[in-house]
């Protein structure tokens, strides 16, 4: 008689695999088991550091600056990390003295794109000028654009009060977003037509969870590219603007004109 018992077979490893989501944790008893705990303590913990984490600013600008890009800094009226975790309506508003140092483009420009760190260091660390790469061939020829700010202690609504004092007709805000369990290093995109202070979240378009397990960075900027040239197009952002760039990339390619030759008699 054989007294060796089977292994059991665990269905969820498969599904674990594809997904850093947490699913089929099992148990022991009436408890969670001991390396689900570890793991999920080890999640939470990395939220945090993404949350209180200060971004490495000077080697993005390097970086950025490798692309082209001439970055300015500045800063919201949150002092520090506790203050701007507090006060939330202080993120939003630019400090007094850049906001005496930010002048309005000479002409005007189209577009006022934003760094800012937001809840997440990590996220702008590892995607910020990924996405700018791919963004820059995307820009249709002869856009204006103001120059890159980099923004600390940055909430979303910041981008209104820049996009505002530079004159820009729609402004463009990358920044950290709140860490999940599963993605400490998340980026969002927020796109507003018209930035001025007192912008509403519905006035608004947003790509949410750029990172490479989620949206990839080349992606979101095809995405980007075409709210861009549609909200300069049509004159508004948020709600009333659709996110119909999938529908775009999918339709068929226009007819190529044929020679003017193609349909005159040739010799048999």
Not at 8 to 26: E, F, K, Q
Request: with cysteine; hydrophobic share 45%.
């Amino acid at each position: 008689m054989n007294d060796k018992t089977t292994p059991a077979v665990d269905a969820w490893l498969p599904w674990r695999r594809s997904t850093p989501a947490r699913i089929g944790l099992g148990r022991v008893g009436d408890a969670a088991p001991t390396a689900e705990l570890l793991r999920f303590g080890w999640a939470h913990a990395s939220a945090r550091d993404a949350i209180h984490a200060r971004p490495d600013l000077d080697a993005l600008e390097h970086s950025l600056k490798s692309q082209g890009w001439m970055p300015l800094r500045v800063k919201s009226r949150a002092p520090d990390r506790t203050t701007y975790l507090r006060r939330p309506d202080l993120g939003r508003l630019l400090d007094e003295v850049d906001t005496r140092n930010l002048q309005p483009v000479a002409g005007g420009c189209d577009i006022c794109i934003v760094v800012g760190d937001g809840l997440s260091a990590l996220a702008i660390e590892r995607h910020a000028a990924p996405l700018l790469a791919a963004l820059s061939p995307l820009l249709p020829a002869g856009l204006r654009l103001a120059p890159l700010v980099i923004a600390s202690q940055a909430r979303v609504a910041l981008a209104d009060d820049i996009g505002e004092r530079l004159g820009a007709r729609l402004s463009v805000m990358l920044i950290g977003e709140r860490p999940g369990l599963s993605s400490p290093d998340s980026l969002g995109i927020y796109l507003t037509f018209d930035p001025r202070r007192g912008r509403t979240d519905a006035q608004r378009n947003c790509i949410s969870n750029v990172r490479t397990e989620g949206l990839a960075p080349a992606a979101a900027a095809a995405r980007l590219a075409w709210l861009m040239r549609e909200s300069l197009a049509r004159g508004f952002s948020g709600v009333a603007l659709k996110d119909e760039s999938d529908d775009a990339a999918l339709a068929p390619a226009p007819a190529t004109p044929l020679p003017d030759d193609v349909h005159k008699e040739r010799p048999e």
